[in-house]
C-alpha cells in the first residue's frame, strides 16, 4: 500500500501551499506565546503595585523636623511642631483653669455680697426694734392709774388692757432683740477666730518654731512673760490679735536675752587662752631666763658674791 501525504479533502498540495500552511502554524505559536508573556508580565505589575513600598527609617529619622516662628514674650523664638503644640496644650488649660477660679471668685464674692447685704437689713432691723421698744416704754410711763381707777372705772379698765398687750409686745420685742444679738456674737467671734489664724499664719512665716506645737508654747510663753516684765498687763495682752505687735515683742524677748547672756560671754572671752599669731613663739619665762644667767656667771668668775646672787633667787 502507497502512503498518501494529502491531507484528505484539502485537494492538490503543492510547495506554495505547505509554505504557507507551515507560516501560519508559526504565526499562531507566536501570538500565543506574546499573550502568554503579556499575561505574566500584568500580573507581576498587580503583585508588585500590591505589595508595600519599604522605606528606610534612618531616612525618616533624617527627615527636618517642621518648625515655625513664632513670638513669645517680647521674643521670637523658632520651636518645632511639637512644641508648639504642647505649647498650645499648656495654653489652652491654664485658660480653663484660670477661667474656673475666674468663675470660683465670681461666685464667692457674689455670696459675700448676700451675707454683707442680709447682715446690713439685719442690723437695721434691730435699731427698729430698739426704737419701737422705747416707744413701748414711753407709753407705760405717764399714766396714773389710782386716780383714773377712782374717777373712771371703765378707762381705768381700757388703760389696763393696753399696758397688757405693750407688755407682751416688750417681751416679743425682747425675745427677737436676744436672738439677732445672739447672731450677731456668733459672727463677731467667727471673724476673730478668721482674723487669729490670718495672724497666727503671719506669725509662723517669721517666727522659727511659732508653728511647732512644743516649741511654739514655749516661745508665746517666753513673750507673755516679757511682755509682763515691761509693763504689759493680762488684759492688754488677752486682746493683742496684731501680729506686729507680737512681732515686735519676740524681737525685744531676743535682745533682753542677749544682753543678759552679755557678761557670762565676756567672762569666757576673758577665761580662754590667749592665741598667738601665726610666726610668733611664746614668751619666754625673764625669771628663769635670769637665774640661768646667774649660774653661768658664777661658773665663770667663781666668785662669793656671784654665788649670793644666785642663791637670794632661791630663798
Known sequence: MSENTTPQGSGTLTVDTAASAFLGMMDAAEAADNGQAETEETEQEYEAADEPELVDSEEVNERPKRTFRIKAAGED???????????YQLGADYT?????????RKAVEAERAKIQEATKLRDQYAQRLQMMEQFLHQQNQGE????????????????VA????????LAVLQQEQQRIAQQQQAEQSE???YHLAEESQKLSSVIPGYANPKEGDSIRKDIREYAKSIGWSDKELAGLYDSRAVLSLYHGMKYAKLQSNKPSIAKKV???PKMLKAGTSMPRNSEAEQNQKLRAKLQQTG???DAALLFEKFI
Open 270 to 272: 576673758e577665761a580662754a
Open 191 to 193: 471673724r476673730l477666730q
Open 144 to 159: 396714773n392709774l389710782e386716780a383714773l381707777k377712782e374717777s373712771d372705772p371703765i378707762g381705768y379698765a381700757v388703760k
Open 77 to 87: 523664638r523658632e520651636v518645632t511642631e511639637q512644641e508648639l503644640i504642647e505649647g
Open 96 to 104: 480653663k483653669k484660670t477661667q474656673k477660679l475666674s468663675d470660683e
Open 303 to 305: 666668785k662669793v658674791r
Open 162 to 169: 393696753e399696758m397688757s398687750q405693750r407688755e407682751k409686745q
